[in-house]
């Protein structure tokens, strides 16, 4: 005891020098909310300043001295106030430990009283600093407690109960490990009370809630790094793993188990952007939620589950329990309240699997994997699942072989127009020709339908359209210096081209530098217009008709806005797709036939692409469908093949 006693104002020091760091320390760092730094700021320098209180009280304690009058008195008031302030900062602290999101909305009340009661012990040391009610000096200028003083103890053993009850009471809005270490940080200044009856020339209240000031701060930090970790690894919608969550997850399963006894299944909820739309935004992350929380349910211990954010989750499942959980997502039902009422919703999702083959797999793969099979799922087969197939690997191999060469292959000019003949079938002459890109690079022939694909990822297909137009130019101008008599020549111009706000004066800069009429080019533009909105194609279409080169509209009837798109703008030519002439009902022949009624009607001339069989140029004939493209006539012909065409001229 006397050790203690006589290294008293050490030990006083010493915990003046960490709070004041502990302190600065709270001032740098970023916590999750600013009341809660500056709590923590509040309670790591009160408890400073308290300690160098302490020190000077206990220095200046029966100096007789003018200036030790003044300092003893300054140092006790400081003192009992900073015993005050800290129990006031500490409250301000479990106040942000359990009022927030999810939490309490308001302090409760036993904490506002606890405030009460530490502001009035405030309000007694400055009484008291006048009258000596709890605290004064003899003539010697030597410390006394006041008659008042064993009130200024119960308001604070008061305070450190009421925060307690309140700790216990509120426990389930505090982790628990801050709240273990709040109960021990409030139990001590009270035991510490208890014993400076006995200890009373040793400060062990004042030194415990130093202390307290010091395991609170550790355990605050303890406890945010927790939670950053945590929510470092967790979707906060559905409380499932996020993306580094499920990673983690994956690498502890690997050194558990074998991990080709897994696969893993990329899931895209299905229409969620109409769910959105008809039950509202906050339905949809409901919807999200119980879909995640549903499919979870249905895992076994050793299986993850995570989202990847959006509508996106990715699992990992033994490969024993994979059938039934691939039945399982095919309908995931769903309980959402509208209005009062609760309804359930089927929802569907597109997915893809990759079965883990490898033991050493690298994590992020058993993502990356999952999420190509279900990107080929929806965007390449249309279908709701698909594993990631060698086949599948190939084909993509292929068209990454091919992405990575076309650069080089529009450089050096390996991509040409390939000339497929239109004929007139009542004087069965040849009318025109659709330039068609062929590409031709190691004596091979590569049709449109492996690189135009390919192209159309960027903006790579834009380039291949201008450079076509221009050969096609280039061509029809080499043809009337020979004195051939070419026809009007369609060139395809990918939608994707309708991003550019000058596509029109390009395309008419390109037939004047080659210096032909603009009556030898016609534009033919696909029916879908999915990425830009109707007035750009309307305002390209008028463009060029104004330049004076006829468009055509391709690929007419496949679309889902057909009427509509003839409706906003007029055509010069409709062509109408292969599918519309196959005509194997009755009924279909009936819409084949209205529609080339409704081009004469609008004044748009109408032609028939695919067309294979000579009963079709018949009955195409009668409906009133006097130009003709297709393989009955002429498949796409390389140029000097045309030529000879052009030459002949008649069709027998
Ligand atoms: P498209 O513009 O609708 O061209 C008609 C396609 O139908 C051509 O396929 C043609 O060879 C084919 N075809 C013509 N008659 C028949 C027939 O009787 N039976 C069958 N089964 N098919 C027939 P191709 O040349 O493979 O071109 C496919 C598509 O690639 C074109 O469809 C067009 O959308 C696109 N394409 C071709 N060249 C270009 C180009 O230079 N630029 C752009 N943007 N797209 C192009
Ligand atoms: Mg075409
Ligand atoms: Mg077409």
């Known amino acids: 005891m006397e050790i203690l006693v006589q290294s008293q104002n050490d030990i006083l020091k010493i915990l003046a020098a960490v709070c004041l760091v502990l302190g600065c320390f709270s001032l740098i760092i970023r916590y999750r909310a600013h009341s809660m730094k500056y709590s923590l700021v509040g309670v790591e320098f009160g408890a400073a300043a308290l300690m160098i209180a302490d020190l000077f009280a206990q220095y200046y304690n029966g100096d007789g001295s003018r200036f030790g009058f003044y300092a003893v008195r300054t140092a006790c008031f400081f003192y009992y106030f900073l015993i005050n302030f800290e129990i006031l900062a500490f409250n301000r602290y479990i106040i942000c430990l359990i009022t927030g999101r999810g939490k309490l909305k308001e302090p409760p009340k036993g904490l506002k009283v606890c405030s009460l009661l530490s502001l009035s012990g405030i309000a007694l040391i400055a009484v008291s600093q006048f009258t000596g009610v709890c605290y004064t000096f003899d003539s010697s200028n030597v410390y006394r407690r006041g008659s008042l003083f064993f009130l200024f103890f119960l308001i604070t053993a008061a305070s450190f109960v009421f925060q307690l009850i309140n700790v216990v009471r509120f426990r389930k809005y505090i982790s628990s490990s801050i709240r273990s270490a709040l109960i021990v940080f409030m139990i001590l200044p009270v035991i510490s009370a208890v014993l400076r009856v006995f200890m009373r020339d ?3 209240l004042n030194m415990s809630i130093a202390l307290t000031a010091i395991f609170q701060y550790i355990v605050a930090l303890v406890d945010q790094n927790n939670i950053l970790m945590k929510s470092a690894s967790t979707d906060a919608l559905t409380g499932l793993h996020n993306q580094y969550g499920f990673l983690a997850a994956v690498d502890r399963v690997k050194e558990q188990h074998d991990i080709r006894n897994y696969n893993t299944y990329y899931i895209d909820i299905a229409r969620m952007g109409q769910f959105n739309k008809r039950y509202g935004s906050d339905n949809g992350d409901l919807i999200i939620k119980e879909f995640g929380l549903n499919i979870a349910a249905q895992l076994e211990k050793d299986e993850i589950l995570g ?12 490969k024993d329990n994979s059938e039934q959980f691939l039945n399982y997502l095919r309908e995931v039902p769903v309980k959402i309240k509208i209005g009062d009422e609760i309804e359930t919703i089927n929802v569907s999702s597109v997915a893809g699997g990759y079965e883990i083959s490898d033991k050493h797999i690298v994590s992020e793969h058993v993502i990356g994997n999952a999420a190509l099979a279900a990107n080929i799922a929806k965007n390449v087969m249309k279908k709701p699942f698909t594993y990631l197939t060698q086949e599948i690997l190939e084909k993509i191999n292929e068209s990454r ?32 020709a659709e330039a068609l890109a062929r ?7 590569v049709s449109p339908a492996k690189f135009i694909p390919v192209m159309e990822k960027d903006d790579s297909i834009c380039r291949l359209d201008f450079y076509i137009l221009d050969r096609v130019c280039k061509d029809v101008a080499g043809w009337i210096e020979q004195g051939l008599e070419p026809p009007c020549i369609s060139v395809n111009f990918s939608r994707r081209n309708l991003g550019n706000p000058v596509l029109a004066e390009e395309i008419h800069n390109v037939v004047v530098d080659n210096n032909i009429p603009e009556k030898y080019i016609q534009v033919e533009i696909t029916e879908t217009i999915d990425e830009y909105p109707l007035s750009y194609l309307k305002g390209v279409v008028e463009a060029l008709q104004g330049y004076g080169i006829n468009v055509a509209i391709d690929d007419f009837g496949t679309g889902s806005s057909s009427i509509n798109l003839l409706r906003e703008i007029s055509f010069d030519v409709l062509k109408i797709d292969r599918q519309f002439i196959e005509c194997r009902s009755e009924k279909e022949r009936k819409l084949l036939e209205h529609i080339i009624n409704i081009a004469h009607d609008i004044d748009s001339r109408v032609i028939a692409e695919g067309v294979e069989q000579m009963d079709q140029i018949k009955m195409l004939k009668d409906y009133g469908c006097g130009q003709i493209q297709g393989y009955v006539f002429d498949k796409p012909l390389k140029k000097s093949e045309f030529e000879e065409r052009m030459k002949r001229k008649k069709y027998g």
């Open 202 to 204: 040793f400060s062990i």
């Open 307 to 318: 989202r990847l954010g959006g509508n996106f989750f990715i699992a990992l499942v033994n």
């Open 401 to 432: 072989q091919l992405e990575e060469r076309i650069p080089s292959a529009l450089k050096d000019g390996e991509f040409l127009p390939y000339y497929q003949p239109k004929v007139d079938v009542d004087r069965m002459e040849l009318c025109g």
């Open 439 to 445: 590409w031709e690079y190691d004596n091979l022939v």
